[in-house]
């Protein structure tokens, strides 16, 4: 990894963010050096750095950007976006992804956006030990999205069963958020006409109609009338049912939520498939929310560098069906080839941040 692969991209990242040279200066060799060496930890990266620099050295000045540097929580999220190139409205996908360090629990709660060719973690919380996240930490999230983005960008929302609750969706509701989350089928209704009764039940009784009316939660739970009114759509499995509850039309919701899987494939390319987020050692909040920062940043170069590098086409697929390696891995392989090639190459498609600014101030 050459030199001036790091000052060619420190050069484009210096009026976007707020730090000294030599902060910046570390901040651009993390991100690179995550991206050469496949692992966020710090001794791997340290080894990446190029020069006569003794790695002992380079391993204390990465300790202490973790230790001393203070960024905006959201600091990375624009910077992803005009990175991807994204514009208009996008799917969204809220999970959660976890692992240990020692005895420490991590635990993020995770917001991403979902495309046909980018999945990019956009605003995340550390959650505490190893439990699920609750209505107010989840609401939080979305405010921190909407303090940056008007709700019309969000063109559907994608949760999982953990993320469930009447006062979660009338959150949603209010704040014209269209979503669709996926339900257990032991959860209570009120149907319309006041019967309360489980989704089990419910479903039983449907015969034919598989798509109903009803609110979250007991009679008595509904009964102060905040509850909103939201649209019910099953659809049978092998081993049950895939019921999804939505406040947009039924079939839209149900086709359109088997695309939550891809922040399941995200976190894979943030552990095992990529950048090994799990060899970190770190364990504050504070500096893990920096380094899921700089993991997503590296993330969203991967999926550009494959979007420049196909163009209209998608990855070969193999005679199952699936590509062959995926958008994520086509970028990421790309990347480390030419860090060792053609580093300014490598770099290029962050230039696109300092383009889209020009535009704007109507430079070119």
């Given amino acids: 990894m050459p030199n001036r692969a790091i000052t060619a991209l420190m050069e484009i990242l210096r009026p976007e963010i707020d730090l000294s040279k030599s902060r910046l200066e570390t901040l651009c060799l993390m991100v690179l050096g995550m991206v050469s060496a496949r692992s966020v930890n710090l001794s791997h990266i340290a080894c990446e750095r190029p020069g006569t620099v003794q790695t002992a050295s380079?391993?204390?000045?990465?300790?202490r950007f973790f230790q001393h540097v203070r960024l905006d929580e959201d600091w990375a999220l624009p910077l992803s976006i005009r990175l991807l190139g994204q514009h208009g409205s996008w799917l969204l996908a809220l999970d959660r992804t976890n692992w240990q360090i020692g005895k420490t629990e991590v635990n993020f709660l995770v917001l991403a956006l979902v495309t046909r060719r980018f999945r990019v973690p956009l605003i995340w919380t550390v959650i505490k030990g190893r439990g699920c996240s609750d209505t107010a930490m989840r609401i939080a999230l979305m405010k921190r999205y909407l303090a940056h983005f008007p709700a019309k960008t969000v063109r559907l929302l994608l949760a999982d069963r953990e993320f469930v609750g009447a006062d979660w969706m009338?959150?949603?509701?209010?704040?014209?958020?269209?979503?669709?989350?996926r339900i257990r089928d032991n959860l209570r209704i009120t149907t319309e006409e006041g019967h309360d009764l489980t989704l089990r039940v419910r479903l039983r009784q449907a015969r034919r109609s598989r798509v109903f009316r009803a609110r979250l939660g007991s009679r008595e739970d509904t009964a102060s009338g905040n509850a909103p009114l939201l649209t019910f759509a099953a659809k049978p499995l092998k081993d049950g049912w895939l019921i999804v509850v939505t406040n947009v039309e039924a079939q839209t919701a149900l086709r359109t939520y088997r695309k939550r899987w891809a922040i399941e494939c995200l976190f894979?390319?943030?552990?095992?498939?990529?950048?090994?987020?799990?060899?970190?050692?770190?364990?504050?909040?504070r500096k893990l929310g920096l380094l899921m920062s700089l993991t997503a940043l590296a993330i969203a170069w991967a999926g550009r560098t494959a979007a420049d590098k196909l163009g209209k086409h998608t990855p070969t697929r193999k005679s199952h069906g699936y590509y062959s390696k995926s958008f994520f891995r086509t970028g990421f392989d790309h990347i480390r080839n030419r860090l060792r090639t053609d580093p300014l190459e490598a770099i290029a498609p962050w230039r696109r941040i300092t383009q889209k600014q020009k535009i704007e101030e109507g430079v070119v």
Avoid: H, S, V, W
């Fill in 58 to 63: 380079t391993y204390r000045r990465l300790q």
């Fill in 268 to 285: 894979g390319d943030a552990k095992t498939r990529g950048l090994n987020i799990e060899d970190t050692r770190l364990t504050d909040p």
């Fill in 170 to 181: 009338e959150f949603l509701c209010e704040n014209n958020i269209p979503f669709a989350i």
